[in-house]
């Protein structure tokens, strides 16, 4: 079974912390992605990566940063959380081939106080 | 990628027929049509993918006229666990391509 797994389900942090959100696929997938989704605005892309090392801008990249050291992790840091920052995290990974279907993890529901 | 639009919510009874229409006027040659669904406090999951005419599997049918401007997402018979968020993704035909998730719509399921 496929599989996209986030290091936690909860987290709460405080104003002004470094945050890493750790994710994992075991497809070994090219492609990962990290949204973020709030009520009314859907999930809006903030980083994706389509190899080792390699990192895209997505819409929302502002507050943030990525890292991709290794095929199957896939980390976004926030690396000075502010509350405008509470929300549903969710990484996905896909394959490089045509037509891919994409996997999600279950989310982080962050909140910064 | 092309632009889509689709209601943002929807209401039904159970044991009905739902259908789920998105519009993609600017869909190029080589874009699929792909659909999503969100359980709540769940990341999204595949449902089905199509090009054009008609594709069918276990959860639903999608149905996409020959000029690829709108298709439409058939829920046969719905169930209260078929309440969900529902996306219509039109390109990212290549696994490199980044997917761009509108608002979707919000399919509620009464008894």
């Known amino acids: 079974d496929v599989k996209v797994t986030q290091s936690s389900r909860y987290l709460v942090k405080r104003t002004g912390e470094k945050v890493f959100l750790e994710c994992v696929q075991d497809?070994?997938?090219?492609?990962m992605f990290w949204y973020r989704q709030d009520p009314g605005l859907g999930l809006r892309l903030i980083y994706f990566?389509?190899?080792?090392?390699?990192?895209e801008k997505g819409d929302i990249p502002e507050g943030y940063s990525v890292s991709r050291e290794k095929k199957e992790r896939f980390s976004l840091i926030l690396e000075s959380a502010s509350t405008n920052q509470t929300s549903m995290y969710l990484c996905?990974?896909?394959?490089?081939?045509?037509?891919?279907?994409?996997?999600f993890g279950q989310g982080t529901r962050l909140t910064v106080v | 990628l092309a632009k889509t639009t689709q209601p943002i919510s929807m209401d039904s009874y159970e044991g009905q027929e739902v259908n789920i229409t998105c519009s993609h006027n600017?869909?190029?040659?080589?874009?699929?049509i792909t659909w999503y669904q969100q359980f709540p406090s769940q990341g999204p999951r595949f449902i089905i993918q199509?090009?054009?005419t008609k594709v069918t599997n276990e959860v639903a049918s999608l149905f996409i006229p020959a000029d690829r401007k709108s298709s439409t997402l058939s829920l046969p018979r719905v169930s209260l666990s078929d309440t969900a968020v529902y996306y219509c993704?039109?390109?990212?035909?290549?696994?490199?391509?980044?997917?761009?998730f509108g608002k979707g719509t919000r399919l509620s399921v009464i008894a």
């Open positions: 996905a990974s896909r394959g490089a081939g045509m037509n891919t279907e994409a996997f």
């Open positions: 497809m070994d997938h090219e492609n």
């Open positions: 990566s389509y190899d080792v090392k390699m990192k």
């Open positions: 600017n869909i190029a040659t080589n874009d699929y």
């Open positions: 199509g090009y054009k």
């Open positions: 993704l039109v390109g990212a035909n290549s696994g490199n391509t980044p997917l761009v």
